[in-house]
């Protein structure tokens, strides 16, 4: 059984830093493109960033570009976003999905996602 | 960047009817759509990808169609436990988008 669970959400304040991870077990983690999706209260689904099997490319929305870094680790089966600089908008919750291939497909897979929230 | 448009925003709908949600996509994106399906607090779930594709699990009342820019899910005969929100995403290219969502609410 596919399982991904986030953690290291919490309260920051406006300019912090916040690193998640998601841990993922029951499918060959290195196979599969890994992203991070975001919802805002009360709003809809953001795609924000997804890194390829091998941790060899990554991609980022315009809105965390620069300020946010996608990683994995395969010997770990962890997936992390390092979020600095952190602002009121990117209070959210963040899921980590699996994507279908190795190099980014649909979200096959969910997280049951962890919040940040950003505020002082 | 592909924007992807949904609509209805909102749709009233009653068990047993069909219901037709719409995805637009701003350029073609061939047919590297998903649709999912979305309850209050709760991660969403794939239903459809490539366009027309039924994800293993999903029940046989919803199914896709369309390709280019123009995306269809539907829903044969609503049931209780289908009203939520509903989600579209293209993967074609980077950066990937969702539309906006629609929700789905009793009438």
């Known amino acids: 059984e596919v399982q991904l669970v986030e953690s290291g959400g919490g309260l920051v304040q406006p300019e912090g830093s916040l690193r998640l991870s998601c841990a993922a077990s029951g499918f060959t983690f290195s196979n599969s493109a890994i992203s991070w999706v975001r919802q805002a209260p009360g709003m809809g689904l953001e795609w924000v960033s997804t890194?390829?099997?091998?941790?060899?490319?990554?991609y980022y929305a315009d809105s965390v570009k620069g300020r946010f870094t996608i990683s994995r680790d395969n010997s770990k089966n962890t997936l992390y976003l390092q979020m600095n600089r952190l602002r009121a908008e990117d209070t959210a919750i963040y899921f980590c999905?699996?994507?279908?291939?190795?190099?980014?497909?649909?979200?096959?897979?969910w997280g049951q996602g962890t919040l940040v929230t950003v505020s002082s | 960047d592909i924007q992807m448009t949904q609509s209805p925003s909102t749709l009233s709908a009653s068990v047993g009817d069909r219901v037709t949600i719409t995805c637009r996509a701003s350029?073609?994106?061939?047919?590297?759509l998903a649709w999912y399906q979305q309850k209050p607090g709760k991660a969403p779930i794939l239903l459809i990808y490539k366009a027309s594709r039924l994800q293993s699990g999903v029940p046989s009342r919803f199914s896709g169609s369309g390709s280019g820019t123009e995306f269809t899910l539907t829903i044969s005969s609503l049931q209780p436990d289908d009203f939520a929100t509903y989600y579209c995403?293209?993967?074609?290219?980077?950066?990937?988008?969702f539309g906006q969502g629609t929700r789905l609410e009793i009438k």
């Open positions: 350029r073609s994106i061939s047919n590297w």
């Open positions: 890194i390829t099997g091998s941790g060899g490319s990554t």
């Open positions: 999905a699996t994507g279908n291939s190795a190099y980014g497909s649909y979200h096959d897979f």
């Open positions: 995403q293209q993967y074609n290219s980077f950066p990937y988008s």
